[in-house]
């Protein structure tokens, strides 16, 4: 069974028809690519998944479970419940807070301690306030940010928001991650560690990953299977090399001869 | 770290104890004991509000219609004395739990202003509470078991100084915890970014309420105590302009910062009071101070820090350094 299976899903903005009839599917353990020329919709999709958007159409299932059809839509923090986190492609940090307190926040949902324990800090609250920094250091230091704890969000350099923000999401311990375009402005040898990077949490967390990216080499490099995407439709999929050699795929990046 | 806030606790304390013992002998007359109470009462309002709008980012400007609610509520049990609670529960006791049961209640109209617009992101917030206050103010108005536009006589002055500064102590103590918790920290992302909260697994709704209705109970008492400190209360006590104040306490504090929102309460009461002498000059004189504090300190008192210990070496270091070195750009650096 598919970790992850969208069926004709569907959504219109007033007359635009975003993202139309998207059947995609994510085995366990997969790390697909989610590519296409801007505007594409890949976000857009990303924003369904996570309850963001609700869909026109369609129905998102994920680990045997329908998260979204035409009855009902889950709110996004139940998905994220259920296991789906994501980072963001305009990075969406918690800015004015600590690096240790974006991650921190990111445990909230497994805190056991109730609101009144949380007025007078007494039962647990000490002992599992303490688990939870313990986590969110040990986390920091995979992505080598545990030096940085108590720097602002806002203050870091720009890649290694992008390693905040996969640790932030990994906090919520997730099944499926989301990663929306984690390449973005970084230099080829950022992009290399973050190809590794990708791999070993991968490995390390159990995880099946789908990821939008612009950056072929990352895309080529890394993933497994890979969906194209162009004016809402998937126009093609397969492995890396099936891909590049699709003339679909080239008309939609490089245009078409006709139009050339 | 246990130690320093036993000391910390013990301070307070002591200064309340200090305060209550200069009352009772006569050195701080009846004139300053109700500032120092009307302090007190103010603290617990701009500190509730502080939930709302500096720690979750949410924009309320109704809390007086919730201290309106809790004023009235507490007033009508401690002076029916056969309503609900039994009569042999009588004086302070009484006192308490008609605050306690008026809070309840500005707690639950609070939970139902909030429940339909805290759904919302914007604005919607800012226009509905303003209207919840006025709605409640001429309610109130009209209402003649509590005297209509005549107001509300003969509530007996149990709010003492030292009652009131133990329940500003509470009120501190549980909102700084509340927000220093993992519940805190899930209003504080609100605050950050309602989106990324959202996919953290944070119900952002659910957040909004919970601080709203904490923030709408803490109201509740405040009013509670205006009511039995004031000893009559009308509906005009509760305008617009009282919910104006407090939010000045809590901007001028610096939003999300709850010792700011204390220095302010103290602040602005102070000067409110000491400008009671200039009559019809007092509003512009205190329009000039607010409008001078914004331009040289548009973060607030304290920004968005909390005042500590090590923020307080940090400043004294930075001021020594100062003056040591003779100019004022000198970094922090050099000593590192």
């Not at chain 1, 940010?145 to 720009?158: S, V």
């Not at chain 2, 500096?54 to 009508?76: D, E, L, W």
């Not at chain 2, 639950?108 to 202003?113: P, Q």
């Not at chain 2, 305008?239 to 103290?266: K, N, Q, R």
């Amino acid at each position: 069974m598919p970790v992850l299976e969208t069926t004709d899903l569907t959504i219109r903005f007033g007359g635009l028809t975003a993202v139309l009839d998207l059947n995609i599917y994510l085995e366990a353990g997969e790390l697909v690519g989610l590519i296409g020329p801007n505007g594409a919709g890949k976000t857009t999709v990303f924003n369904m998944l996570t309850g963001v958007y609700k869909p026109s159409a369609g129905t998102i299932n994920f680990c045997g479970e329908t998260l979204c059809s035409a009855q009902h839509a889950m709110l996004p923090s139940l998905i994220s419940m259920k296991g789906i986190a994501r980072t963001f492609q305009n990075i969406r940090l918690f800015k004015e807070l600590s690096v240790l307190d974006n991650v921190k926040i990111a445990f909230h949902q497994h805190v056991k301690y109730s609101l009144a324990t949380s007025f007078f800090h007494t039962g647990r609250y000490a002992a599992e306030e303490k688990e939870i920094e313990k986590k969110a250091i040990e986390l920091l230091q995979l992505f080598d940010l545990d030096n940085k704890q108590n720097e602002q969000a806002k203050n870091l350099p720009y890649g290694e928001q992008r390693r905040l923000e996969i640790a932030r999401a990994l906090a919520t311990n997730p099944k499926l991650l989301l990663l929306d375009e984690p390449a973005a402005s970084m230099n080829p040898q950022e992009t290399q560690n973050l190809m590794e990077l990708i791999r070993f949490i991968r490995e390390k967390f159990d995880l099946t990953i789908l990821l939008i990216e612009h950056d072929m080499s990352l895309v080529m490099g890394v993933c497994e299977r890979i969906y194209v995407l162009d004016y809402g439709k998937v126009i093609a999929q397969g492995t890396p090399a099936e891909i590049r050699a699709n003339p679909k795929v080239i008309e939609a990046y490089l245009g078409g001869e006709n139009i050339a | 770290m246990k130690f320093r806030s036993l000391i910390k606790m013990g301070v307070v304390f002591a200064v309340g104890f200090v305060l209550h013992l200069l009352i009772k002998v006569g050195f701080i007359n009846g004139y300053y004991d109700h500032i120092l109470t009307k302090i007190c009462m103010f603290i617990i309002a701009a500190v509730s509000l502080n939930l709302i709008n500096g720690i979750c980012g949410q924009f309320s400007i109704g809390h007086a219609g919730f201290m309106a609610v809790g004023a009235y509520t507490a007033a009508i049990f401690t002076k029916n004395p056969d309503l609900f609670i039994p009569a042999a529960i009588a004086g302070m006791p009484r006192f308490f739990i008609a605050l306690a049961i008026g809070g309840s209640v500005a707690a639950f109209v609070g939970f139902l202003v909030g429940l339909p617009t805290l759904r919302l992101r914007g604005d919607y917030l800012a226009i509905t509470t303003l209207g919840f206050g006025e709605i409640i103010r001429v309610l109130l108005l009209n209402w003649k078991f509590v005297g209509g536009a005549s107001g509300y006589f003969g509530i007996k002055p149990y709010a003492n100084f030292l009652s009131v500064y133990i329940l500003a102590v509470i009120t501190v103590v549980v909102l700084s915890n509340f927000i220093a918790s993992s519940y805190g920290r899930a209003c504080i992302a609100i605050r950050e970014d309602e989106v990324a909260a959202e996919t953290m697994g944070i119900n952002t709704t659910k957040y909004k309420i919970i601080a709203f209705v904490l923030a709408a109970f803490f109201a509740g008492i405040a009013g509670g105590i205006y009511a039995h400190l004031m000893q009559a209360i009308m509906p005009r006590d509760f305008s617009f302009l009282v919910s104006i104040d407090i939010l000045l306490m809590v901007v001028l504090g610096g939003l999300g910062s709850t010792s700011g929102s204390i220095v302010a309460a103290i602040f602005l009461t102070i000067v409110t009071e000491s400008l009671r002498r200039f009559q019809s000059l007092r509003v512009i004189i205190y329009s000039l101070v607010l409008i001078f504090i914004m331009i040289f300190r548009p973060q607030g008192l304290l920004g968005n820090q909390e005042f500590s210990t090590p923020m307080l070496k940090e400043k004294i270091r930075l001021l020594f350094n100062r003056t040591k070195s003779g100019k004022g750009h000198t970094s922090t650096e050099g000593t590192e």
